[in-house]
């Protein structure tokens, strides 16, 4: 694989490391394989990542990931998940699979939904699935950090309880953050109902009434009943909670937001709960990002449209904004996909991010996310054989 040229990526031989901090180690295993199959390949991965650094014998060890909305059919194979899951096993620990209730509605807004919708999705794999934030998301404590946006991150119970986290992200792209990977899967995966409410809360939608035909659908996915039709629909700013399931189901395009401000602020959030689960776990969180089914839209969405990218494969660090750069830099250096959402970015290098979402400057929650010192952007890439 040919290093990007115009990415963050450096190497380590010729870099001076800014203010004497080192660069952060990405680990790749690409689709290809030659002598062993790709399951093998991912224990290969794992084992020179340092994955069995952060836990030891008999911990509960936390798999998060997320299980796909029902309809969604791009979400990581539990096949995948299961041999990761066994690999932790074989190291002597108990892993579990673990997610948190959504802030809107759908097939997992409560804990009984959320674990009936991972088995039909494919995930009665041998191990347990348990609900971070409880039967209904109500069960979380606070993290103080003290950030710009948020000073307590509110944080679901089961991430203090548990001995070590793995982040099993499906990265994709995102209405909201234009890609989510790693931070986001921590972010608001690890968030209560009040910490992902806390997120989105400065994204209050506004409805072009040129555009809106009366459909009615967004007012069938608002969880808060904040949407009425009248002529054309409009939205009571007091009642809205800034959950941003509106704007998904529009297909008229009809519900918008003031990109700038809000989604800067947004990405802010994003990157402060990942710090604050980071903060808390130490050294003992570990993240894995598939680079499989890089979809237009994420896994919450009732249903998956064609890949923008070919498959890549699977990263590892130990650092949440190193691997999640990495991963841009992985899908900007692909050829994109004819058949897809793209517009016009398809040679390898082109930006598909700002392509498919032009008004989200996506570097931005990196550079903040560095700023905060979650992790790095400059990395060493290490492809295994
Ligand atoms: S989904 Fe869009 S088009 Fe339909 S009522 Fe809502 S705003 Fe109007
Ligand atoms: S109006 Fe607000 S609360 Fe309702 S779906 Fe839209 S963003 Fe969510």
Redesign the pocket.
């Known amino acids: 694989m040919t290093l990007p040229k115009d990415s963050n990526r450096v190497k380590s031989e010729n870099y001076q490391t800014p203010k004497g901090r080192d660069l952060s180690k990405v680990f790749f295993a690409s689709l290809r394989v030659k002598d062993t199959g790709f399951l093998e390949k991912i224990d290969k991965l794992l084992d020179t990542a340092g994955l069995t650094e952060i836990f030891g014998q008999n911990n509960l060890v936390a798999l998060k990931l997320h299980f796909g909305e029902k309809g969604n059919t791009t979400f990581i194979r539990p096949l995948f998940i299961k041999r990761i899951a066994r690999f932790i096993e074989k190291g002597g620990a108990k892993p579990f699979l673990f997610d948190t209730t959504t802030l809107?509605r759908g097939a997992r807004a409560n804990a009984v939904d959320h674990i009936k919708t991972a088995f039909e999705n494919g995930f009665n794999i041998g191990y347990p699935i348990i609900i971070g934030d409880g039967l209904l998301g109500n069960e979380k404590r606070n993290v103080e950090i003290n950030k710009k946006q948020i000073k307590k991150a509110s944080i679901a119970q089961l991430v203090f309880s548990s001995d070590a986290i793995v982040s099993i992200a499906h990265f994709k792209c995102h209405l909201l953050s234009a890609f989510g990977g790693a931070i986001k899967n921590i972010a608001m995966g690890c968030a209560s109902k009040e910490g992902k409410l806390k997120m989105h809360s400065s994204?209050?939608?506004y409805v072009d009434k040129a555009k809106c035909i009366s459909c009615g659908v967004?007012v069938t996915?608002?969880?808060?009943e904040?949407?009425n039709i009248v002529e054309v629909a409009s939205?009571d700013k007091k009642?809205?909670?800034?959950?941003?399931?509106?704007?998904s189901v529009c297909n008229e395009g009809a519900?918008k937001i003031t990109w700038d401000i809000e989604l800067k602020k947004f990405q802010e959030r994003l990157a402060e709960y990942c710090y604050a689960v980071a903060l808390l776990k130490k050294e003992r969180i570990f993240y894995i990002n598939f680079l499989i089914n890089i979809t237009p839209s994420c896994d919450c969405f009732p249903s998956s449209d064609t890949p923008i990218v070919p498959d890549i494969g699977v990263l590892a660090s130990k650092d949440p904004v190193a691997i999640d750069q990495a991963s841009c830099d992985l899908v900007n250096d692909s050829i994109g996909i004819e058949n897809s959402r793209l517009r016009k970015s398809f040679r390898k290098g082109e930006d598909k991010f700002r392509d498919l979402f032009p008004k989200i400057d996506w570097e931005y929650g990196l550079e903040y996310a560095e700023s905060i010192s979650l992790g790095s952007r400059k990395y060493t890439l290490q492809e295994l054989s």
Request: aromatic content about 10%.
């Open positions: 809107y994204i209050v939608p967004c996915y608002c969880p808060v904040a949407i939205i009642k809205c909670i800034g959950c941003g399931s509106c704007i519900i």
